[in-house]
């Protein structure tokens, strides 16, 4: 794509070449090495296998486990004392609860209710004022009225 006497980094900048350096292992000198001799000195299995081999080696002591701490026994009666403790709370916290809900229901049901009488209440008060507060528009006396081939007169 570029040719190759170009610079092909897109910017006009040469490309740098980094070539990695050889790190120099570090001079490990061993320790010396001090000979032991053990406090007494084990004893020497040989076990020939049914095949003829031998091995031989040192008798290792098995390792013992450390002892498992007992845990202290509890009660049934204990237990259940504690399990009758924690489903008379649950019990108590639902009826809790319930209580709350239905006092604010009552709560809710109480405030619609006065809603609507005082929405229904100034209809009315609406309708009662406004029929004495102006004479407008014709008024028809039933009694006086008559029918006459089934046309209103007044």
Known sequence: MYPEHTPAT???????VHQPSPITPAVVTPAPLVPLQPGTVPTVASIVLPDGRIVTGYA?????????TAK???SRAAVNVALGGVGFLAVCGGLLLLTTFITALT?????????VAVVFG?????????????????TVHIRKATFKRNHFHG
Request: no cysteine; hydrophobic share 40%; proline share 11%.
């Open 10 to 16: 897109g910017r006009g900048r040469p490309i740098e």
């Open 122 to 138: 100034g209809f009315i008060a609406v309708q009662v004022l406004s029929t004495h507060g102006h004479k407008g528009g014709a």
């Open 60 to 68: 290792i002591n098995p390792t013992q486990p450390e002892p498992v």
């Open 72 to 74: 202290p026994v509890v």
């Open 107 to 115: 709560a809710l049901i109480t405030q619609l209710i006065t809603l």
